[in-house]
């Protein structure tokens, strides 16, 4: 059977949409298969679509109706406009959390100027926010820990990937930071609660790595710990930045706020309104 580009993408929205999954992963997928831009997509609706892309197209969204996110698929994603290799070993880096990466730099360029700062994101995962923070800020020495080795080897390629220096530690929290004190801190640390999986998706319940989802203690366990031990890594003057859970944003603040009395500690929300980082700054 021949068919378009486009009745080939429209039969597999319909396949997708019957599971109640996101059709616009069958786009995705044809631009990858054929090797367009979205662009060219557009402009090859019409056109036949080639033999040697049709099962290639036919494979990724048989994949793609079992709830695999198309993520995995491409092994590929992008974080504040750079690209990132992934896989299912890692989160598929977020939204969200290119926020956490923008407040981050204009306040560390508020409170360090253009001055050399030692910088750690802690559960760096694919090394998104490592990656982009130094893309972004070149001469911050930049350090990315995680407790999962095969996390720490993706997130090392896609330091490569994009041409920078990141020095790996693993470990367990803030103890791969210890002998030294840091002026910038990040992290997007696991926040979901148990209670909260029956209302996650398949997509990110079946194949995103749980340990980088769910945390303890109602989801906080990562938020208490850190604000306990995090005190004596500080500089005098510096910031500590977490991505939260849209609920948690008083409590992580009450964590943050008795660690730290004299800080200055605000809960910043994302562009859909809901509670997502909180800063704490430190002078
Ligand atoms: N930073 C990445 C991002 O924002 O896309 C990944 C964030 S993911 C929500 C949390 C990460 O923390 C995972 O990579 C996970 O392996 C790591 N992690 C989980 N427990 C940890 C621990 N005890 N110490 C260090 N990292 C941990
Ligand atoms: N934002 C992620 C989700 O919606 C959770 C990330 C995290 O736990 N840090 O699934």
């Not at 396949?15 to 054929?34: W, Y």
């Not at 911050?140 to 720490?152: C, I, K, R």
């Not at 989802?213 to 500089?235: Q, T």
Request: glycine content about 4%.
């Amino acid at each position: 059977m021949t068919e378009t580009i486009l009745e080939s993408v429209q039969r597999a929205k319909q396949l997708l949409n019957a599971k109640e999954l996101d059709v616009n992963a069958a786009e995705l997928a044809m631009q990858a298969v054929t090797g367009k831009s979205r662009a060219g997509y557009f402009a090859a609706l019409r056109d036949q679509l080639p033999e040697e892309s049709r099962s290639l197209f036919w494979e990724y969204i048989e994949e793609l109706l079992t709830g695999k996110p198309i993520q995995y698929i491409l092994e590929e994603e992008s974080f504040y406009g750079y690209s990132f290799e992934v896989n299912e070993r890692v989160l598929i880096p977020r939204p969200e959390t290119e926020e956490l990466v923008f407040y981050a730099l204009s306040r560390a360029r508020r409170l360090f100027g253009d001055k050399v700062i030692q910088f750690a994101d802690i559960g760096t995962g694919s090394g998104a926010i490592a990656v982009a923070f130094k893309k972004e800020r070149p001469n911050a020495q930049v350090t990315a820990t995680d407790v999962s080795e095969e996390a720490l080897q993706v997130a090392k390629r896609n330091a490569q990937r994009n041409d920078v220096e990141i020095t790996f530690r693993q470990g367990d929290m803030e103890e791969p930071l210890m002998g030294q004190t840091w002026d910038v801190i990040l992290s997007n640390p696991p926040y979901i609660a148990e209670h909260e999986k029956s209302d996650m998706s398949a997509t990110v319940f079946d194949f995103e790595p749980s340990s980088a989802l769910f945390a303890e203690e109602d989801g906080l366990y990562f938020y208490r710990r850190l604000a306990e031990r995090l005190a004596p890594l500080m500089n005098k003057r510096a910031l500590i930045g977490f991505e939260i859970g849209y609920q948690q944003g008083e409590i992580v603040q009450q964590f943050l706020q008795k660690a730290f009395p004299e800080a200055n500690v605000d809960i910043v929300q994302d562009i859909n309104k809901k509670d997502r980082m909180i800063f704490c700054e430190i002078q």
